[in-house]
């Protein structure tokens, strides 16, 4: 584990029951444990109808209920509404990632966030989703906002995930739990665009299901 000590986080206003919207383990682990090292009383939320096909879906939350079961989290399985995530997905198919279906994609998921953190009282609710490098902690940022604005009481935990060193342990993280290791963002779009890539580069497609995270595995 790095040497980089983790900081002592206190969500905001001090209210420490939060409601974590998880994309996958990776991206949570360093998220849960260093919630966990602070005291927060959190809750999983999964819910990422964007993921394609279902079996990488499946990949995705069974690898993250595996490790929220290892530290006692709770986890809510929330539904995989793929029509609806098609439907606002509708005209965006070609836009490049980080663009307008990425925050629609955003704000579908934590809208629905948003509502459960609202109907069970939690105060607070956070993502691990800005903790990739490869994603606009701005964009994740101002979807969060926006959902957590619909109710009164509720704000959004916009803490940079990636700070104190907490992109390195998210890998240490993945490689020590042997994490399956997703090769695309998620939706379908997003395989055919990386799968594109690949090939320009003379590269094989995707396999789902075949990479783990191992203690020497090189992240690029
Ligand atoms: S690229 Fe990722 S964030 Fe963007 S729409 Fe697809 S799954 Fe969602």
Redesign the pocket.
Known sequence: MTDTKRPILTPPGGKMKVLLHSCCAPCSGEVMEAMLASGVDYTIFFYNP??HPEREYLLRKDENVRFADKHGVPFVDADYDTDNWFAR?KG?EWTP???V??T???DMRFERTALYAHEHGFPIMTSS?GISRW?NMAQINESGARACARYEGLSYWDYNWRKGGGAARMIEISKREEFYQQE????V??LR?TNAHRRGQGRKPVEIGVRFYRPDTSVD
């Open positions: 964007n993921i997905a965006m990632e980080r663009g279906r990425c629609m994609c955003f989703l994603k695309y963002c998620g939706c779009y997003s665009d």
